[in-house]
């Protein structure tokens, strides 16, 4: 089981970022939480060239306790984000435990982000987000203090996860369409969700 899934969209120098500085930090800070390694899913760096992307990501979300979703409005705009929070919106329907946790990462507009999340304690670091930012520079500390406090309340929900109550994201059809047709779209068509007016003139995106 992974403790947390990382769902971004790829762009851009936004993969730079996230291993330079938010995901050793939280990897650090997560662990002293847990008192053990912390298991966070990273498509870069858990996906392998030649896999399934797609089909290996679903099965992936269905073994991870959370996510922390790193919204942009990229990412409102990508199919694949799209899909992945969706598969973890049924997933937390059905948990008492708060398991989604988002973090803003640029500047928008608050209506863009999804209305259910927006009422979900999110972090906002917007300026924090510069990839060539110093190790010690004040936006690295400041970076720094706001994961270790985004760790704690992970730390929480994890500890308070029986991940063997955790009931399945969706139909395994999901996974099936996916690995069989390869196209984020077909897997949208399953999810009720999305909207097509949401959906329309949005090209199936690199994640």
């Not at 059905?94 to 507009?109: C, E, L, R």
């Not at 704690?152 to 994890?158: C, L, N, T």
């Not at 994201?169 to 949208?188: F, K, M, N, Y």
Request: with cysteine; glycine share 4%.
């Amino acid at each position: 089981m992974w403790d947390v899934f990382l769902s971004y969209k790829r762009s851009g120098e936004w993969p730079t970022w996230i291993k330079r500085h938010f995901l050793r930090l939280l990897e650090h800070h997560l662990s002293d939480e847990l008192g053990r390694d912390a298991k966070i899913f990273f498509d870069e760096h858990c996906v392998g060239p030649g896999d399934e992307l797609d089909s290996e990501i679903l099965e992936q979300i269905e073994k991870s306790l959370t996510v922390v979703i790193l919204w942009s409005r990229q990412y409102k705009f990508s199919v694949w984000c799209q899909t992945e929070l969706e598969l973890f919106l049924a997933k937390a329907e059905s948990s008492n435990t708060n398991t989604i946790f988002p973090v803003v990462v640029h500047d928008g507009k608050d209506e863009e982000i999804d209305e259910r999340i927006r009422s979900i304690r999110r972090l906002e670091i917007t300026g924090l987000t510069n990839p060539r930012m110093q190790e010690f520079s004040d936006e690295a500390v400041s970076l720094a203090n706001e994961i270790k406090q985004l760790a704690a309340s992970i730390g929480k929900a994890v500890e308070a996860i029986d991940e063997f109550d955790l009931p399945p994201i969706a139909d395994r059809e999901i996974s099936i369409i996916a690995a069989r047709e390869g196209t984020p779209s077909q897997v949208l068509q399953r999810l009720p969700r999305l909207s097509d007016d949401e959906s329309q003139d949005v090209e199936d995106p690199d994640y």
